[in-house]
Nanobody, 125 residues
Framework: QVQLVESGGGLVQAGGSLRLSCAAS????????MGWFRQAPGKEREFVAT????????TYADPVKGRFTISRDNAKNTVSLQMNSLKPEDTAVYYC??????????????????WGQGTQVTVSS
């Protein structure tokens, strides 16, 4: 079983930056596709970004393209999400996820088998 723990969330003003990290334990996740999702109050959990097992391919949701960057370090079992030019609409709980079924980037929630507990990101205006 894979355990995922997110960190790095907090309160930031619009236009600022945050870097989220996801640490994996329990087993190596080198062959897993990884993703970031977010959920705002009263909203469904939505896709943010995903990265292939070898970091050779990434996919981003339209609202974050050009502002967010996903990366991974398989040797350290970590995945990161660099968030720049943050907007109030980015406010949400951010979750990292691992897919045991796919090595290519996946944007569907159903593709993921393991989820972290989430970290709160709040962007003020």
């Amino acid at each position: 079983q894979v355990q995922l723990v997110e960190s790095g969330g907090g309160l930031v003003q619009a236009g600022g930056s945050l870097r989220l990290s996801c640490a994996a334990s329990g087993r190596t996740f080198s062959s897993y596709a990884m993703g970031w999702f977010r959920q705002a109050p009263g909203k469904e959990r939505e896709f943010v970004a995903t990265i292939s097992w070898n970091a050779g391919s990434t996919t981003y949701a339209d609202p974050v393209k050009g502002r967010f960057t996903i990366s991974r370090d398989n040797a350290k079992n970590t995945v990161s999400l660099q968030m720049n030019s943050l907007k109030p609409e980015d406010t949400a709980v951010y979750y990292c996820a691992a897919s045991a079924k796919y090595s290519s980037p996946m944007s569907r929630r159903g593709a993921y088998d393991y989820w972290g507990q989430g970290t709160q990101v709040t962007v003020s205006s």
